[in-house]
């Protein structure tokens, strides 16, 4: 299996790269477009500033190149907020996969959630063999609105699409690569799409 990771300079890689090693998976990291074309699943990582992430998308067009793709591609963190309409955070016109807005969570609430939480409603084979109220592990302050494409909640001050999917697109809020064995089976569900 040829797994891509697309390296734009806004992701965390290497954990990534060892959970998958840790499936028996080695994953390519590369911008180059011909090689995440012809992969046969992408992972768009992120970690960082919305804004930022989207001006480095631009520069290597790759931000013309993610929309067409036709293999599973999983947005990790930023890289699904990245998928999604619109980000509050820098004001930021994203990829536009996803039908909903990226919002900054409430000056109330300690940001950003950092730590584990518990996503529910699961809805989608990337969830095979994960319980309801599983726990994954997040860092962000800001949240995906739920939408008809949510395939996972989560809740922190109110509830939020903590995964979502469009075709042949998957989002996930939480850090697969991080989250334990659970985290360790969503990315195996996701190599068998």
């Not at 290597?60 to 990245?82: A, K, S, Y």
């Not at 730590?115 to 319980?131: A, C, M, Q, R, V």
Request: aromatic share 10%; with cysteine; glycine share 8%.
């Amino acid at each position: 299996m040829k797994l891509v990771i697309i390296d734009y300079g806004a992701g965390n890689i290497k954990s990534l790269q060892f959970a998958f090693q840790r499936l028996g998976v080695e994953a390519i990291l590369s911008k180059d477009p011909e090689i995440i074309k012809n992969a046969d699943k992408v992972i768009f990582p992120g970690v960082g500033e919305a804004s930022s992430a989207m001006q480095k998308l631009r520069e290597t067009e790759l931000d013309r190149l993610i929309p067409n793709l036709n293999q599973p591609v999983l947005g990790i963190c930023l890289g699904m907020q990245l998928l999604c309409n619109y980000s509050e955070e820098g004001q930021t016109e994203g990829l536009k996969i996803f039908d909903c807005d990226v919002r900054k969570f409430n000056d109330g609430l300690k940001v950003p959630q950092m730590g584990w939480n518990t996503i529910w409603d699961l809805k989608s084979p990337l969830f095979k063999g994960i319980t309801e109220n599983e726990y994954m592990y997040l860092v962000h302050s800001f949240y995906a609105e739920l939408n008809q494409q949510a395939i996972a909640k989560c809740s922190y001050g109110l509830d939020y699409a903590s995964a979502l999917q469009k075709d042949n697109f998957y989002g996930v809020q939480f850090h697969p690569e991080k989250s334990s064995k659970a985290g360790s089976s969503i990315l195996k569900n996701f190599l068998e799409l």
